[in-house]
């Protein structure tokens, strides 16, 4: 414990004497925190949202204009004998609009240039969950498109499946990106703990003549690239914080609207304590490589 007490203490006296160079690495560490910590709120908030989304599966039938009652009856029809329905709603032309202009009413105007209702009616279809597994509801989606009088069918599953398609790819790219910023960071704390440990050198050779402990020689140069780490981390942690409570305010209400009345939360204490501890190892393992060359 006096070792370490001993290293923490003479690593900030180092941090504040070489302050400008030390500023680089704190900078460094924390745009590389900040580009993981942006990816990881991202892909955990759609982690998070998917499974309300999977949930309240709908399967949308959109008709022609020219759609008559019996075609309708069909469709319907098909839809009720296939067991896929939890339940079903007609949405004629006229309910579309006003659904648009009840949802978007910062949008609401741009319906007014047409001569006509744009809008198609469509028959509304909560799927049950367990035929998404089975197979019976993307059987449904092929029947149905076939139909006389569907102009179009969307089914909320496929493009969920996307999504997470693509945030496997996200997740991907983001941890090969940061392990690549995390590297250059550590090179930049090395760097900037190597030049302190150069101005340090004859304190260091005196204490080697005199037996001092190797944990009293190495453990300052580290507990600088920790302490780098650290600050580095809380400077990123504030930023993506003041990042998400700008976008919440001036975005919130267009979020809330495209999330269906989900909301974005930020990064819960446990990724944040992990993203920490990252930064203070990134710029321990720089301050360590430094080191080496004091002994």
């Not at 690593?11 to 680089?24: E, M, N, P, T």
């Not at 202009?101 to 319906?111: G, N, Q, V």
């Not at 028959?123 to 006389?148: K, S, Y």
């Not at 996200?170 to 995390?182: C, D, E, P, S």
Request: overall charge negative; hydrophobic content about 50%.
């Amino acid at each position: 414990m006096r070792a370490l007490g001993y290293a923490f203490q003479e690593g900030w006296k180092s941090v504040w004497r070489g302050r400008g160079s030390s500023a680089l690495a704190v900078v460094a560490i924390a745009l590389s925190i900040i580009v993981l910590g942006a990816l990881l709120l991202l892909t955990w908030n759609v982690e998070r949202l998917l499974p309300n989304w999977t949930s309240a599966t709908e399967l949308s039938v959109y008709l022609r204009d020219e759609t008559t009652s019996e075609q309708r009856g069909a469709i319907e029809a098909l839809i009720d004998e296939s067991g896929v329905a939890a339940g079903r709603e007609y949405v004629s032309k006229a309910d579309a609009l006003l659904r648009f202009r009840r949802e978007f009413e910062d949008l609401a105007s741009l319906t007014t240039g047409f001569d006509g209702n744009p809008f198609p009616a469509s028959v509304e279809v909560q799927v049950r969950p367990d035929t998404e597994n089975d197979g019976r509801a993307d059987g449904l989606v092929r029947q149905v498109a076939v139909l006389p009088g569907v102009a179009d069918v969307r089914y909320d599953r496929e493009w969920l499946a996307r999504i997470a398609t693509g945030l496997s790819a996200v997740r991907g790219a983001g941890l090969a990106l940061g392990t690549l910023m995390a590297l250059a960071a550590s090179l930049t704390v090395a760097s900037v703990v190597r030049l302190g440990l150069q101005g340090r050198r004859d304190e260091i050779e005196i204490m080697q003549l005199v037996g001092s402990p190797i944990a009293f020689i190495r453990g300052p140069f580290v507990a600088e690239g920790v302490l780098q780490g650290g600050v580095g981390a809380l400077i990123a942690m504030a930023c993506l914080w003041l990042g998400f409570t700008v976008a919440g305010t001036w975005w919130g209400v267009e979020l809330a609207t495209v999330l269906e009345g989900d909301s974005l939360q930020f990064l819960p204490v446990r990724f944040c304590a992990a993203l920490a501890a990252g930064g203070m190892v990134v710029g321990g393992v720089g301050g360590f490589a430094a080191a080496r060359h004091a002994a």
